[in-house]
C-alpha cells in the first residue's frame, strides 16, 4: 500500500525522491497494474486514443563512436556500411508522405562524411518539398553552432538519448572520450535552441541498477524533455556485450509507465527494440503509456544493414507493408493513428 501511495504521488506531483524511485523499481510486481492503470489514464487524458506515427529514415550505418552495446560501432567489421544520397531521403520521404507520414526523422551513425552544409541541404529540400511535414534529426552529439544551423534550416525536433544519466555507468557503456556530461550538455543546448528535445535510455543495459534507472527519471525529470525514447538493451553479436543478458520487456513497460506520470504530456514512443524482444512489446508499450510509433521507411535494401542489435524486426519488409501492419497493431491494441505532425502538446499552443 506504501508503495501505491508512492505511484499516486508521482502521478500528483510529477515527482518522487530517488529513494523512491529505487522503492517502486525494486517491488514493481506489486505496483505494475496500478501504475498502468493511472499511466494509461493520464496518456488518455492528453492524447485520446491517438498515436502519432514516423517515419524513420535510417541513412547511414558509418559512425565514428564506438559505444560497446552498437552494432554499427567503428570497431565492428563485419559491418556492411552504406550511406544515402539526398536523391533517396526524398524518395523516402515521398513514400512516406503518400502513406500518410507527416514526421520524418533521420536518424544515422555519426557520419563525418555529412557536412553541416549537407545536413542544412537535406533538411531544407525535405521542408521545401513537404511543407506541411516536421523534420526530426538524430545525429549524435554536435556542437552548438552546428544545433543552430540545422535547426535555422528548418530541423523542428532532436533525439539524442542519454543512454544512461550515471557519469559511472555511462563510462562502462562507452569507450574513453563519450561522456554524460558531454551528452546531458547537448540535450540542454538544445532545449536551449528550441528543439522539441528527446532524451531517453535502454533498459537492462549491462551494469545497470535499480539506483541508475531511479536517477534516469531524476534526470528526465530536471530536463523535461518534449520526448522520451526507452527500450530494452539487447545484444547484437559482433560487439563487446555479445555475451551480456538482453533487457526485459517486463521492467521496459514498468520504465515507460513512470515516465508517462513523471511527465505526463511527453511524446513517448513505443519503440521497434521492444518489439524485438516481445512479439507485441509495442502493443504493450502503448497500454503502458506509450503515444508513438516510429515505422521503418528506409529503402528496404539497406535495412538489415542498420542493425543496432540482434534479430531487428521489420527489416525485411516494404515500408507500405510496415505501414499497414502497425495500423493493425495499433488498432488491435484499442487505439489510432493519426496522420498529422504530431507536436508536443506545448509546441501547438506556440503556434
Ligand atoms: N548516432 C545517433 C546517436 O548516438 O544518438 C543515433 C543513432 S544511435 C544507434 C540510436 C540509439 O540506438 C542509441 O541512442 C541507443 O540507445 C540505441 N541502441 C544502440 N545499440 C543498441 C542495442 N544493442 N540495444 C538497444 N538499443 C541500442
Ligand atoms: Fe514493420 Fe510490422 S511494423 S512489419
Given at each position: 500500500e506504501e508503495l501505491k501511495e508512492l505511484v499516486s504521488k508521482l502521478y500528483s506531483t510529477h515527482h518522487l525522491e530517488k529513494g523512491e524511485y529505487v522503492s517502486l523499481i525494486e517491488n514493481r510486481d506489486a505496483v505494475r497494474d496500478y501504475l498502468f492503470e493511472l499511466s494509461r489514464s493520464v496518456r488518455e487524458k492528453y492524447y485520446g486514443k491517438d498515436v502519432y506515427i514516423r517515419g524513420l529514415i535510417e541513412f547511414t550505418d558509418y559512425c565514428k563512436n564506438d559505444c560497446y552495446y552498437c552494432g554499427i560501432r567503428c570497431s565492428n567489421k563485419q559491418a556492411e556500411r552504406y550511406r544515402l544520397s539526398k536523391e533517396q531521403i526524398l524518395d523516402c520521404c515521398k513514400t512516406g508522405y503518400e502513406l500518410g507520414f507527416r514526421t520524418f526523422v533521420l536518424q544515422g551513425g555519426e557520419d563525418p562524411y555529412y557536412s553541416d552544409d549537407m545536413i542544412c541541404d537535406i533538411v531544407c529540400s525535405i521542408k521545401r518539398d513537404f511543407p506541411d511535414c516536421a523534420v526530426t534529426l538524430s545525429i549524435g552529439e554536435k556542437s552548438e553552432e552546428s544545433y543552430r544551423r540545422y535547426f535555422e534550416s528548418g530541423a523542428d525536433r532532436y533525439l539524442l538519448r542519454h543512454e544512461t544519466a550515471d557519469y559511472e555507468h555511462y563510462s562502462k557503456l562507452h569507450?574513453?572520450?563519450?561522456?554524460a556530461k558531454h551528452r546531458q550538455d547537448c540535450l540542454r543546448t538544445l532545449k536551449k535552441i528550441g528543439y522539441q528535445t528527446g532524451a531517453g535510455f535502454m533498459v537492462g543495459s549491462p551494469y545497470q541498477t535499480a539506483e541508475n534507472l531511479a536517477d534516469d527519471m531524476l534526470f528526465l525529470e530536471e530536463l523535461k524533455p518534449e520526448m522520451v525514447g526507452i527500450g530494452p538493451f539487447i545484444p547484437h553479436h559482433a560487439t563487446p556485450f555479445a555475451d551480456k543478458p538482453q533487457g526485459t520487456a517486463e521492467l521496459t513497460l514498468f520504465m515507460l509507465g513512470l515516465v508517462r506520470l513523471a511527465l505526463p504530456d511527453v511524446l513517448l514512443p513505443a519503440t521497434t527494440a521492444i518489439g524485438t524482444i516481445h512479439p507485441t512489446g509495442r502493443e504493450l508499450a502503448l497500454k503502458a503509456g506509450a503515444n508513438v510509433v516510429m515505422p521503418n521507411l528506409s529503402p528496404t535494401d539497406v535495412r538489415k544493414k542498420y542493425l543496432l542489435y540482434d534479430n531487428k524486426i521489420c527489416t525485411g519488409d516494404e515500408s507500405a507493408q510496415c505501414r499497414m501492419c502497425l495500423q493493425k497493431r495499433v488498432e488491435d491494441a484499442g487505439y489510432r493513428i493519426v496522420e498529422s505532425r504530431g507536436d508536443h502538446a506545448s509546441f501547438n499552443e506556440r503556434k
Open positions: 569507450p574513453p572520450g563519450l561522456s
